[in-house]
């Protein structure tokens, strides 16, 4: 019972606040509204990142979480992950957020996995609505 409530109190601490007019998780600081930092800003690339690659706007998603983007990205990219972005070819970064804890990373990454996939869409496209590749902007 005890593990049980510990569990439902992290979980509530690290929700995303939902629009209950649409059912959709609602954009907050956290989730896409933060600046695009640059490889010669090394102190904003300090953290972990819970970041969304797809193959094509609103294609295949995957969702992952690293404490280095920019090096996590390039594995994606240049296919030395074996797995599911390699069979499916997911090299697209369209969606990033940052977090100073690993817990708090690891447990938004599990959130969003078992979202619906109309909020992932959502998520996505409330912060890049072009569904552009956002790994030149955190590696310029």
């Given at each position: 019972?005890?593990?049980?409530?510990?569990?439902?109190?992290?979980?509530?601490?690290?929700?995303?606040?939902?629009?209950?007019?649409?059912?959709?998780?609602?954009?907050?600081?956290?989730?896409?509204?933060?600046?695009r930092p640059t490889v010669h800003d090394a102190a904003a690339m300090d953290g972990y990142w819970v970041y969304v690659l797809t193959n094509k706007p609103r294609g295949t998603l995957y969702i992952g979480v690293t404490n280095d983007l920019i090096r996590r990205t390039h594995e994606h990219r240049a296919g030395l992950v074996d797995g599911f972005s390699k069979r499916y070819q997911l090299k697209t970064?369209?969606?990033?957020?940052?977090?100073?804890?690993?817990?708090?990373?690891?447990?938004?990454?599990?959130?969003?996995?078992?979202?619906?996939?109309v909020w992932k869409l959502d998520l996505v496209e409330a912060a890049n609505p072009q569904w552009r590749d956002l790994y030149r902007d955190i590696t310029s």
């Open positions: 019972v005890l593990i049980c409530l510990r569990w439902l109190i992290m979980d509530a601490r690290v929700k995303p606040a939902h629009d209950e007019r649409r059912g959709r998780p609602s954009i907050s600081p956290l989730n896409g509204q933060l600046p970064l369209v969606h990033f957020e940052r977090y100073d804890a690993p817990r708090l990373a690891i447990q938004r990454e599990k959130n969003i996995k078992h979202w619906p996939r």
